[in-house]
């Protein structure tokens, strides 16, 4: 079941709502309430009018949805996005948290203004399979891609078009990686003068150092996907 979602001021904090949440309790809320997990926005519990709620503190933040108007994304924003995406649900499998409760939507998906590091939502009682929710993402996001940034559109069609494949899943993903190279370093979002934060210099590269980067880049998302799901 997927919630309400919105975003609220309570006196100086912005907070992101999740409301008509299953009034259930779950291994995972408990998990959340007393544990900082990094990459996961802190999660608090409520009811109100009899209805249970979640909402996250997200002060400082910016979602997807928010800060991607009027631009595009660069290849190096794109392939940082999701390895950051990725690695914040690995990790989180070692607090048994499991794949499908993350809420992966673009006003679920915040950026920290100082750092542009990522942050994620997760939904206890939520159940919906992250490669559906990543098709979803993908196709969104498609339309903020810098067309003139060859990695963009290498790394952006080149995904789009592996998580849409016919009975995609992250082990038949995985299945058709034959190496699992280690993750490309992140680097900090470069930023320019009197522009946008987290905006980053076109890359000069020749075409075949970008579709190798670029395949270095799927190849690094199949195996954090073969690893999330097992």
């Not at 709502?17 to 309430?33: A, D, G, I, W, Y």
């Not at 190096?76 to 048994?96: C, D, P, S, V, Y």
């Not at 980067?213 to 954090?224: C, E, N």
Request: hydrophobic residues 40%; aromatic residues 10%; glycine residues 6%.
């Amino acid at each position: 079941m997927q919630a309400q979602v919105k975003e609220i001021e309570s006196m100086e904090d912005r907070y992101l709502v999740l409301s008509e949440v299953p009034n259930e309790e779950t291994f995972e809320e408990e998990m959340l309430l007393y544990n900082r997990i990094p990459g996961l926005l802190p999660m608090e519990t409520g009811m109100l009018s009899g209805g249970k709620y979640h909402r996250y503190r997200i002060t400082n933040r910016r979602s997807l949805r928010k800060a991607l108007p009027g631009r595009k994304l660069s290849g190096a924003e794109f392939e940082r996005l999701f390895t950051e995406i990725f690695g914040i649900i690995r990790h989180a499998k070692q607090f048994m948290l499991r794949e499908d409760g993350f809420l992966i939507l673009p006003e679920t998906i915040f950026l920290d203004e100082q750092t542009g590091n990522v942050e994620l939502i997760y939904y206890p009682e939520f159940h919906c399979p992250l490669i559906e929710q990543m098709r979803e993402l993908s196709g969104w996001l498609i339309n903020f891609l810098n067309t003139a940034d060859e990695k963009a559109v290498y790394n952006g069609y080149a995904f789009h078009v592996l998580t849409h494949g016919d009975n995609c899943t992250f082990q038949s993903i995985a299945q058709v990686m034959k190496e699992t190279p280690a993750l490309p370093e992140v680097s900090t979002w470069a930023e320019e003068p009197d522009e946008p934060a987290y905006r980053v210099t076109k890359p000069k590269r020749r075409k075949g150092a970008l579709l190798g980067g670029s395949m270095l880049f799927l190849a690094s998302v199949g195996a954090i996907l073969f690893y999330v799901m097992r």
